[in-house]
């Protein structure tokens, strides 16, 4: 049973809009993850979080915050969705004081 | 910052071959991790490495740490191998990745 998962799996948003994409792990991870991955490009760290209650600004964090209200839930949440946020999104989770990661299945969100 | 270059960024192989690719890193970092991502769009985990080499049949992975590198080799390439392949690596210690900008790998009959 996938221990990763993320809903929805594809959204389609309208500019401004607010979207919420989800991500449950059942790996007892303390490190949650948030990415993007677009064409031509590695994945690129948005948020992440190293327990419930926490959540850090990785390296592109403008136009996105997070939310980790358990150990198991990490939300990612675009308050006013923008057309330059269409990407595949990748959640992951990881043990502490590991940096090896688990990623869940992506969510392919398009903006119009 | 950190950062990893990848290559080559596209490759094709023939079925049966085999080959390498390569990621350089900037500075000096303390785990690699490799991935696939497939035709539905999943990331699947190849190897991570602190160190050394990995293998797990016909992929293996090594890591130098010191020089800088790590190398993902496939042999016996299979039609299924075909997709993105990823390296990430930990340089500055708050278990973050950097990630490589990807190999697209096609294998073709």
């Known amino acids: 049973e996938a221990a990763v998962t993320q809903s929805p799996r594809n959204k389609v948003a309208v500019t401004g809009g607010k979207v919420t994409l989800s991500c449950n792990q059942t790996?007892?991870?303390?490190?949650m993850y948030w990415y993007r991955q677009d064409t031509g490009h590695g994945l690129r760290l948005i948020h992440y979080s190293y327990g419930a209650g926490s959540t850090e600004k990785g390296d592109i964090p403008d136009g996105y915050k997070a939310s980790r209200p358990s150990q198991e839930n990490f939300s990612l949440i675009l308050e006013l969705a923008t057309p330059s946020q269409t990407s595949v999104y990748f959640c992951?989770?990881?043990?502490?004081?590991?940096?090896?990661?688990?990623f869940g299945p992506g969510t392919r969100l398009t903006v119009l | 910052g950190d950062q990893v270059e990848q290559s080559p960024s596209a490759l094709s192989l023939h079925e049966g071959t085999g080959s390498a690719l390569r990621c350089n890193f900037t500075?000096?970092?303390?785990?690699v991790q490799w991935f696939r991502k497939n035709s539905r769009g999943s990331l699947i985990n190849l190897f991570y490495?602190?160190?050394g080499t990995k293998e797990n049949g016909r992929l293996k992975s090594a890591f130098d740490s010191k020089e800088r590198y790590s190398t993902l080799h496939i042999r016996d390439a299979q039609l299924e191998d075909s997709g993105t392949y990823f390296c990430?690596?930990?340089?500055?210690?708050?278990?973050?990745?950097?990630f490589g900008a990807g190999t697209r790998l096609k294998v073709i009959a």
């Open positions: 500075t000096t970092m303390r785990a």
């Open positions: 990430a690596a930990e340089g500055t210690g708050n278990y973050k990745y950097v």
């Open positions: 790996n007892n991870h303390n490190n």
């Open positions: 992951a989770s990881g043990r502490q004081g590991s940096t090896e990661q688990f």
């Open positions: 490495l602190a160190s």
